[in-house]
C-alpha cells in the first residue's frame, strides 16, 4: 500500500456484528465513486459478540483494508487513536459504522480540508422528530450542547456527532494528546482543537435512527461519566476556577482588575514594545494574557500574530474576538517561531527556571526577544500580609506566583543574558531586548 494515501477511514467497532458487513459495504460504495486513495482501518475494541470475524471477513482479500483488535476495551476515544496513529492518510476520519450519520457525508467532509478551508471537518447533526425517541434524542443532544457552551464555550456546536474529519499532521496533537478514551473524546478533542488555534468547520447531516441494533450508550451512567470527565477536563486546559487567583477567571475582569492597577503605565509599556517592532515582523506574544498588546497595537499590523497563554478562559474569549491564539503551557510546549517572541509582565512566573525559558525563547525568535517585567510591586511590601495578599492575587494557576523579580536582580539576569536593559526612573516595568540567536 502507498505511504502516503489521500485518506484514512477508522471505524472504532463494537458489538457491530449484525450490520457491520453491510454498512462497510455502503461506505466502500461510497468511497470508490470518489477519486480518493483511501484505506480502511478498523479497530475492534473487545466486541463479545461476533465482530472480529466479520471485521476478519470484510478485510480478506481487501487491500485497502486492515484491522487492529484491542485486548482490553478503551472506549471510542481510544479505539479511534489507536486507528490514527497508524493512519497514512493526509486526512483521517472516523464514522460510527451503524451510519445513523451516513456515509455519503464523508467525501463533502474530505473536501472541506482538501480545499484548504479547515483543519477539522465534521457534522452538526439534525434529528427527524418524526422519528421514534428522535424528540429523546434531540433533547439529550441539545441538552448536551448548552452545557458545553456553558463551561467551555469553545465555539463547536455538536460536539458528538459520530462522524469526524482532521488533517493529520496538523491535527495529531489534538487527537492523540486527548485524556479521554470513552465517549468524552468527541469533547475534548474538539475543544482542544478550538484551543490549538486549529480551523473547524461544521456541516450540517441528518441523523437517522437505526431500530436495528441496540444503542451502547447508558444515559444515566455516561452522563455522570460525561460530567465527572467535563470538570476534570476544564482545570487541565486552564478552565478551573478554584487553582487561580479570581482576576484570571475571565477577560473582562482581568482587563479591568489591570486598568485599575496599572493601567497608564501598562498602555506606556506595551507602546514601547510595540515601537520596538518593525512592521510587516511576525510576533509570537508568550503567556499573552488578554492579548493587550495585539489589540491595542498590533491589530492593523501586516506580518502576523499568534498569542499563547495556559488560561483556557482567556484563549476561549480572544478566540471569539479573532484574535489568532492558542492554549499553552509556556513550561512544557514548544514556542512557535517568529520575528520577535515577546513576554509582558509574566517572565516571575518562570523565576526558578528563567535560563531555560529564555534560551527556548531566543531559539524561537528569527530577530529578536523583548522582555517586560515589574520590578516594583506589592508582593515585595515589607507589610507581611500585604504581600502575601498580592502574590496570592497574581496566582495565574501555572508557574509559580510568589517569587519576583527586583531592580538589580532584572539588570543582572539581562546582562548575564547578553541583552539590552531600559528603566526610566520611577516606573514599576523595566524592559529587557535580545538578539536572537
Same mark, same amino acid.
Given at each position: ?145 448548552? @452545557? ?90 486552564? @478552565?478551573? @476556577? ?104 509574566? $517572565? ?40 502575601? $495578599? ?48
Amino acid at each position: 500500500m502507498a505511504a502516503d494515501l489521500d485518506l484514512s477511514v477508522i471505524i472504532p467497532c463494537y458489538r457491530e456484528e449484525p450490520h457491520l458487513a453491510a454498512s462497510v459495504q455502503t461506505l466502500s460504495a461510497v468511497l470508490d465513486r470518489t477519486r480518493c486513495a483511501y484505506e480502511l482501518i478498523f479497530v475492534d475494541d473487545r466486541s463479545p459478540d461476533g465482530t472480529r470475524d466479520v471485521i476478519e471477513e470484510v478485510c480478506r482479500g481487501r487491500e485497502n483494508a486492515r484491522y487492529i483488535f484491542h485486548e482490553r476495551n478503551m472506549g471510542r476515544g481510544g479505539a479511534f487513536k489507536t486507528g490514527f496513529k497508524e493512519a497514512r492518510g493526509r486526512i483521517a476520519g472516523f464514522v460510527d459504522i451503524d451510519l445513523e450519520v451516513g456515509a455519503h457525508y464523508i467525501p463533502p467532509l474530505v473536501r472541506l480540508i482538501e480545499d484548504g478551508d479547515c483543519d477539522v471537518a465534521t457534522g452538526n447533526r439534525h434529528y427527524l422528530l418524526s422519528q421514534t425517541e428522535g424528540w429523546v434524542r434531540h433533547v439529550l443532544s441539545q441538552g448536551y450542547r448548552m @452545557l458545553c457552551g456553558f463551561f467551555l464555550n469553545f465555539g463547536v456546536k455538536d460536539s458528538e456527532t459520530g462522524c469526524k474529519f482532521f488533517r493529520r499532521d496538523a491535527c495529531r496533537e489534538a487527537v492523540l494528546g486527548s485524556a479521554s478514551d470513552g465517549w468524552f473524546w468527541d469533547t475534548e478533542v474538539m475543544a482542544r482543537a478550538a484551543l490549538a488555534n486549529l480551523r473547524i468547520t461544521e456541516m450540517p447531516v441528518l441523523f437517522l435512527r437505526r431500530f436495528d441494533k441496540a444503542s451502547t450508550v447508558r444515559i444515566v451512567r455516561d452522563s455522570f461519566d460525561y460530567m465527572v470527565e467535563l470538570y476534570r477536563f476544564r482545570r487541565r486546559v486552564g @478552565l478551573g @476556577l478554584i487553582d487561580r487567583s479570581p482576576i484570571y477567571w475571565t477577560r473582562v475582569g482581568y482587563d479591568a482588575f489591570m486598568s485599575l492597577l496599572c493601567g497608564a503605565e501598562l498602555r506606556r509599556t506595551l507602546a514601547r514594545v510595540a515601537a520596538l517592532i518593525p512592521e510587516g515582523s511576525s510576533v509570537t506574544d508568550v503567556c499573552c494574557g488578554t492579548a493587550r498588546l495585539y489589540r491595542d497595537h498590533l491589530h492593523n499590523r501586516s506580518g502576523g500574530y499568534l498569542g499563547l497563554d495556559a488560561n483556557g478562559h482567556f484563549i476561549m474569549s480572544l478566540k471569539r474576538r479573532a484574535v489568532p491564539c492558542k492554549l499553552h503551557n509556556a513550561l512544557t510546549d514548544p514556542i512557535d517561531p517568529a520575528d520577535y517572541v515577546v513576554m509582558s509582565n509574566s $517572565f516571575y512566573h518562570f523565576h526558578d527556571r528563567r535560563d531555560e525559558l529564555i534560551a527556548r525563547m531566543k531559539g524561537a525568535a528569527r530577530k529578536g526577544v523583548i522582555l517586560t517585567e515589574p520590578v516594583q510591586n506589592a508582593s515585595a511590601h515589607p507589610f507581611a500580609p500585604l504581600a502575601a $495578599f498580592a502574590k496570592w492575587l497574581t496566582n495565574p494557576g501555572v508557574g509559580d506566583h510568589t517569587k519576583r523579580f527586583d531592580l538589580e536582580g532584572f539588570r543582572a539576569f539581562t546582562e548575564e543574558h547578553g541583552g539590552g536593559f531600559v528603566y526610566e526612573e520611577g516606573d514599576r516595568n523595566a524592559l529587557a531586548v535580545f538578539t536572537a540567536e
